[in-house]
């Protein structure tokens, strides 16, 4: 059983930069992928990015690429998505997964889920 804190979410004006926590509870979950996902209002939960905490590989979703960063560290459990040039319609909830699924953008294949940090660009 893994289990998923995210933190540092807020309310910010277009263009900011904001950095979100994930923080898991045992070094078990070094073993795993952790995929960022959002969830606007009356919209389905989307992939944002990935990384493996293996390897440090990443892959993002084509509408955060060149300014969402997604890093890890494996000393203190906890994976990090630097948010930059936020726009407004990056306004959701954010969610921390952690699946087996090298690569993988599917909600599907994460197996353990955090409680959500949200996230406001106001415009």
């Known amino acids: 059983q893994v289990q998923l804190v995210e933190s540092g979410g807020g309310l910010v004006q277009t263009g900011d930069s904001l950095k979100l926590s994930c923080t898991a509870s045992?070094?078990?979950?070094?073993?795993?992928?952790k995929g960022w996902f959002r969830q606007a209002p009356g919209k389905e939960r989307e992939f944002v990015g990935g990384?493996?905490?293996?390897?440090?590989?990443?892959w993002y979703t084509d509408a955060v690429k060149g300014r969402f960063t997604i890093s890890r560290d494996i000393t203190m459990n906890t994976v990090y998505l630097q948010m930059d040039m936020l726009k407004p319609e990056d306004t959701a909830i954010y969610y921390c997964?952690?699946?087996?699924?090298?690569?993988?953008?599917?909600?599907?294949?994460?197996?353990?889920w955090g409680q959500g940090t949200q996230v406001t660009v106001s415009s």
């Open positions: 997964g952690a699946g087996r699924t090298l690569w993988s953008t599917s909600r599907n294949d994460y197996d353990y």
């Open positions: 045992s070094r078990t979950s070094n073993t795993y992928v």
């Open positions: 990384i493996s905490m293996f390897s440090s590989s990443t």
